[in-house]
């Protein structure tokens, strides 16, 4: 998902099934019809980064009922009712990768979904299986500017002993 659908979800937007969540997107920048898209959230095999697991830890100290599924946190790290801006994401993103000591490196909200894609892709997962939980329909640019830089890292010298 990208970082605007992600900031327009609400919590009727979660359809719980025993495997995960799907989500429906309503619009799109690639729905502008608004015939709204069903993606699929699976749960993890970690704890640590089971996705549903943190969905629901999220879901635990968000403001109760209905409304953004995503609020913003101000005051003394505690949600509030207001939805996410539409830069939120990415400056939480950038934000975090200077507290991890990656400053000076370019990310944004949309390296969530390169970083999702590219480990994908170094793990084996298929084209056709990344291109659909990306929603990518050109999957020139998906193999271009997503997975082909990954594949690019894995067959480098390092190996040759230099």
Same mark, same amino acid.
């Given at each position: 998902?990208?970082? !605007?659908?992600? !900031?327009?979800?609400? /919590?009727?937007?979660?359809? =719980? ?6 989500? &429906?997107?309503? &619009? ?7 015939? *709204? @898209?069903?993606?699929?959230?699976? &749960? ?5 980064? #089971? ?29 509030? %009712? #207001?939805?996410? *801006?539409? =830069? +939120?994401? !990415?400056?939480?993103? @950038?934000?975090?990768?200077? /507290? ?8 944004? *909200? ?6 999702? %894609?590219?480990?994908? +892709? ?5 084209? #056709? ?5 990306? =929603?990518?329909?050109?999957?020139? $640019? ?5 997975? =082909?830089? +990954?594949? %690019?890292? +894995? $067959?480098? !010298?390092? #190996?040759?002993?230099?």
């Amino acid at each position: 998902m990208r970082p !605007s659908e992600i !900031s327009a979800l609400d /919590v009727e937007d979660l359809l =719980r099934k025993p495997t995960g969540v799907l989500i &429906r997107i309503r &619009r799109s920048k690639t729905d502008p019809d608004a015939q *709204g @898209q069903l993606v699929g959230i699976a &749960r993890g095999e970690h704890p640590i980064t #089971d996705p549903i697991r943190v969905l629901d830890a999220w879901l635990a100290v968000r403001p109760a009922g209905v409304g953004p599924l995503f609020t913003c946190v101000r005051h003394h790290d505690h949600p509030d %009712a #207001d939805r996410l *801006g539409p =830069r +939120a994401i !990415s400056k939480t993103v @950038q934000e975090r990768a200077i /507290v991890a000591g990656f400053d000076g490196i370019p990310v944004s *909200g949309h390296s969530l979904r390169v970083g999702h %894609a590219t480990t994908a +892709a170094v793990n084996g997962a298929s084209i #056709d299986r990344i291109a659909a939980q990306t =929603r990518h329909r050109d999957l020139g $640019t998906l193999l271009n500017h997503y997975i =082909r830089p +990954a594949e %690019a890292m +894995a $067959t480098t !010298s390092r #190996d040759l002993g230099l």
